[in-house]
């Protein structure tokens, strides 16, 4: 059996973070054969083009993680109706220098959690925009905005009764959408 390694990517540094929750409790629905890390970026310098030439370890290490990975999980806040700085920056990164972009043919899902009614609806279409300019595929179907309530968890930190057969669809279709990639 295939075994495929996805880097999940959480789009808020905040310690008790939704997106970070929900992405530990959204990798539980994957199958065996899945395994996911979520990768650091909380300690990448700002984006300086300047740097290209001689990157931080950090850098470094980022693109190495994303490179050994056969697929990507974004799960994002939504910070003033668009993606936070800090996954922006390292989107840039990840990407730079020009023709050394890591993010270029991974298979990509996108989720997001906030208090507001439309989740992070905006901010999953602006990632859509950056991720299509960066030539990652990434899933269209079935679109995930989900408000934080307090029954999506239940008190072991998975996904609550009410939500789990909708987020076990999602992760079907991803799944599918990765393995249909990689193969």
């Known amino acids: 059996m295939r075994q495929y390694q996805i880097a999940v990517i959480v789009g808020s540094l905040r310690r008790d973070s939704f997106n970070r929750k929900l992405a530990d409790a ?3 629905l994957a199958p065996p054969e899945f395994s996911f890390r979520q990768i650091g970026i909380g300690d990448l310098p700002l984006y300086n083009q300047d740097d290209d030439k001689n990157p931080t370890d950090a850098v470094k290490r980022l693109k190495a993680e994303i490179t050994a990975s056969q ?3 974004f799960v994002t806040p939504e910070y003033n109706r668009s993606v936070p700085g800090v996954l922006k920056n ?3 990164h990840a990407s730079r220098p020009y023709g050394q972009n890591a993010w270029a043919g991974k298979p990509a899902g996108i989720l997001g959690i906030s208090v507001g009614a439309i989740g992070t609806a905006l901010a ?4 859509r ?3 299509a300019y960066l030539d990652v595929p990434t899933l269209g179907q079935p679109e995930v905005f989900i408000q934080a309530k ?3 968890f239940d008190e072991a930190g998975n996904i609550g009764s009410n939500s789990k057969e909708f987020l076990q669809h999602w992760m079907n279709q991803y799944v599918a959408w990765v393995q249909r990639h990689v193969a």
Do not use: C, M, T
């Not at 999953?124 to 990632?127: D, G, I, P, S, V």
């Open 124 to 127: 999953q279409q602006h990632l």
């Open 71 to 73: 697929g990507l999980l």
């Open 90 to 92: 390292a989107l840039d």
């Open 150 to 152: 307090e029954e999506l």
């Open 129 to 131: 925009n950056i991720l």
């Open 26 to 28: 959204i990798v539980k």
